[in-house]
């Protein structure tokens, strides 16, 4: 059983910075890919960023240059690092897991822009 908890959520102004955490537990082996999605208010939710395991890296364009994901495999652990902080990136926050073949979310965390 695969279990993912964020942490690092809250509430910012415009141009501040937060950083997000989630960790993994379970069966986690192989190659995998941990990343963020977020989802605002009536709203799809959507990409945000990946990491593999071999440490490769994909943003959505309006974060791209601001947002830094990265991970830590010893620990299990993705982070993504959100500088100049915009309103329009509030949103709830999501962590996700995809290893052989199963995919796995986190419960999500609110992250408060304000301008």
């Known amino acids: 059983q695969v279990q993912l908890v964020e942490s690092g959520g809250g509430l910012v102004q415009a141009g501040g910075s937060l950083r997000l955490s989630c960790l993994a537990s379970?069966?986690?082996?192989?190659?995998?890919?941990m990343g963020w999605y977020r989802q605002a208010p009536g709203k799809e939710r959507e990409l945000v960023a990946i990491?593999?395991?071999?440490?490769?890296?994909n943003y959505v364009d309006s974060v791209r240059g601001r947002f830094t994901v990265s991970r830590d495999n010893d620990k299990n652990t993705v982070y993504l690092q959100m500088n100049s902080l915009k309103p329009e990136d509030t949103a709830v926050y999501y962590c996700?897991?995809?290893?052989?073949?199963?995919?796995?979310w986190g419960q999500g965390t609110q992250v408060t822009v304000s301008s």
């Open positions: 990491i593999t395991s071999a440490g490769a890296t």
């Open positions: 379970g069966s986690i082996f192989g190659f995998n890919v």
């Open positions: 996700n897991l995809s290893v052989r073949g199963s995919g796995y």
